[in-house]
């Protein structure tokens, strides 16, 4: 088994090399095999040339986005270059690539993805998790946030729809791609990342256990999201992101709005 670590990745040259340091800290006290996949969206800083100076030291696949086409295209993209290298028992972990989140919590969920999860995520909302250097008011939209996707799309074991730090099976990334193509995140921001989450919770896998498969089972497991240790200026624009999140959430509100994704990845019947 690999782990292959995904990271969408725009203007971090101030976290970014924190974030391998402690990412090959930590392959190397599990004793895994990993490899790195960078999906560059169109950096004008020195994204770039950290990344070229650190595949001197670890195996860094690089993508390069010439324009900045955002989150959604980049998560997408780092995912299914990710699911192109990995076997179907591989792992792939993506994370923030701005230092905010801890690669020490990776031993973790792999022990759970081994115990039989199919999608783990480090979560801001469940026993023993902490925020660290977010506002008032960025805590508030948050937990709002939490509270409007569990009443509109509950999904047993899912508490944190947004949390870009997620450990996934790639045989279920792989089927996702197979069933949604290029589809899987149509949103271009930051809320590309409920949609993916909200898409693979229709999915099933067929692991002869029926015609219809099996849906997949999620676990969360706590996380202390340090942005104060964040490299440079938040990204996000929280008004239009919400905005866009609430218009995302209407497209999808019932099967209807996932399925019209999967049937223009199928094509015209």
């Not at 993209?77 to 993506?94: G, K, N, P, Q």
């Not at 998790?129 to 946030?145: C, D, E, Y």
Request: glycine content about 8%; some cysteine; charged content about 25%.
């Amino acid at each position: 088994m690999k782990i292959l670590f995904a990271l969408p990745a725009y203007n971090e040259e101030a976290g970014l090399p924190k974030l391998l340091d402690a990412f090959h800290d930590q392959m190397i006290a599990m004793e895994s095999s990993y490899q790195v996949v960078i999906v560059d969206d169109g950096s004008t800083d020195r994204t770039r040339d950290i990344v070229r100076e650190w595949s001197q030291r670890m195996p860094i696949d690089l993508v390069h986005h010439e324009k900045n086409a955002g989150l959604g295209k980049t998560i997408q993209d780092v995912l299914y270059r990710a699911t192109e290298l990995a076997e179907s028992d591989d792992i792939v972990v993506t994370m923030d690539a701005d230092n905010t989140h801890s690669p020490a919590l990776i031993p973790e969920m792999v022990r759970k993805i081994a115990a039989g999860a199919d999608v783990v995520i480090a979560s801001r909302y469940r026993k023993g998790s902490r925020v660290v250097g977010l506002s008032l008011v960025r805590k508030f939209m948050s937990q709002g946030a939490r509270v409007l996707f569990q009443v509109v799309f509950p999904i047993p074991g899912v508490r944190d729809y947004t949390c870009g730090f997620r450990a996934y099976r790639a045989r279920v990334l792989r089927a996702a791609f197979t069933r949604y193509g290029r589809q899987l995140a149509e949103e271009p921001g930051f809320a590309a990342m409920a949609e993916i989450l909200l898409k693979l919770s229709r999915l099933r896998l067929d692991e002869k256990q029926g015609p219809a498969g099996r849906p997949l089972e999620f676990r969360e497991l706590p996380m202390v999201l340090r942005y104060d240790l964040k490299g440079g200026a938040s990204k996000m624009k929280v008004g239009s992101t919400v905005m866009k999140t609430l218009k995302m959430m209407m497209r999808l509100r019932s099967s209807t709005g996932i399925e019209s994704a999967a049937k223009k990845a199928d094509g015209p019947s």
